[in-house]
């Protein structure tokens, strides 16, 4: 099943970031996107994950044209269905790691996964103010957080560039085993060249074009 379709999407700021971008992205299947700074990655990640609209082009999202829908409709699609995952993790300070879960927890009604906990070695801490954690902790309490809302599309911004190489690794193959699973997806924007060949398709962002290069 297609759950995300983009057809010809363009985008600029001061200068043309790149255009007639599309792509694909079918259950169980995981693309990364790579390119040097600047070249556009967050801000086609963004587009996708309905952050930002296009200037030009369509995205669908599990069939729907996410142009069409109504603010309550988007809200409840980004809830439910989407689960975006940065390198600053957005967790809420004056809370424990157990408590960011829980938020996630009662808005999408799903429960808090301790398993999950275990493979991310955050089961020890989770308790812990977040602000007591270390910056690595804190990304992978973000992880969890997403993955508790258990989103059929997962959006990933550098979702390990606070993580040792070992830990990276690690977190790949539960995102993977995740989207297998659930029948789910993932699009991946990274650095990392051997993060990103460890996805189904790898596509490079270069002079403005989109580019598959697996």
Same mark, same amino acid.
């Given at each position: 099943?297609?759950?995300?379709?983009?057809?010809?999407? =363009?985008?600029?700021?001061?200068?043309?970031?790149?255009?007639?971008?599309?792509?694909?992205?079918?259950?169980?299947?995981?693309? !990364?996107?790579?390119?040097?700074?600047?070249?556009? @990655?967050?801000? /086609?990640?963004?587009? /996708?994950?309905?952050?930002? +609209? $296009?200037?030009?082009?369509?995205? %669908?999202?599990?069939?729907?044209?996410?142009?069409? &829908?109504?603010?309550?409709?988007?809200?409840?699609? #980004? #809830?439910?269905?989407?689960?975006?995952?940065?390198?600053?993790?957005? &967790?809420?300070?004056?809370?424990?790691?157990?408590?960011?879960?829980?938020?996630?927890?009662?808005? =999408?009604?799903? $429960?808090?996964?301790?398993?999950?906990?275990? !493979? /991310?070695?955050?089961?020890?801490?989770? +308790?812990?103010?977040?602000?007591?954690?270390?910056?690595?902790?804190?990304? #992978?309490?973000?992880?969890?957080?997403?993955?508790?809302?258990? $989103?059929? /599309?997962?959006?990933?911004?550098? $979702?390990?560039?606070?993580? *040792?190489? %070992?830990?990276? %690794? *690690?977190?790949?193959?539960?995102?993977?085993?995740?989207?297998?699973? +659930?029948?789910?997806?993932?699009?991946?924007?990274? +650095? *990392?060249?051997?993060? =990103?060949?460890?996805?189904?398709?790898?596509?490079?962002?270069?002079? @403005?074009?989109?580019?598959?290069?697996?």
């Amino acid at each position: 099943m297609n759950l995300l379709s983009a057809s010809n999407i =363009a985008h600029s700021f001061e200068y043309e970031l790149f255009s007639n971008v599309s792509l694909d992205l079918y259950e169980k299947e995981s693309i !990364a996107i790579i390119g040097v700074s600047g070249s556009g @990655k967050s801000t /086609l990640l963004h587009i /996708l994950s309905t952050l930002l +609209h $296009p200037q030009k082009g369509d995205v %669908k999202i599990l069939q729907k044209d996410i142009a069409t &829908l109504k603010e309550k409709e988007l809200a409840k699609l #980004r #809830r439910e269905a989407l689960g975006l995952v940065f390198q600053s993790h957005y &967790l809420f300070k004056g809370f424990s790691a157990y408590e960011n879960l829980e938020v996630a927890e009662i808005l =999408a009604q799903k $429960p808090i996964n301790t398993e999950l906990l275990q !493979a /991310l070695e955050i089961e020890h801490c989770i +308790h812990q103010k977040v602000t007591e954690l270390s910056g690595g902790q804190q990304q #992978r309490v973000s992880i969890a957080r997403v993955l508790t809302k258990q $989103p059929r /599309l997962i959006f990933a911004d550098e $979702p390990t560039g606070n993580l *040792d190489a %070992k830990t990276a %690794k *690690d977190v790949m193959e539960l995102f993977f085993s995740y989207i297998n699973e +659930h029948n789910a997806a993932m699009i991946l924007v990274t +650095h *990392d060249e051997g993060l =990103a060949h460890m996805c189904d398709k790898v596509y490079r962002l270069h002079e @403005k074009e989109l580019q598959r290069i697996k």
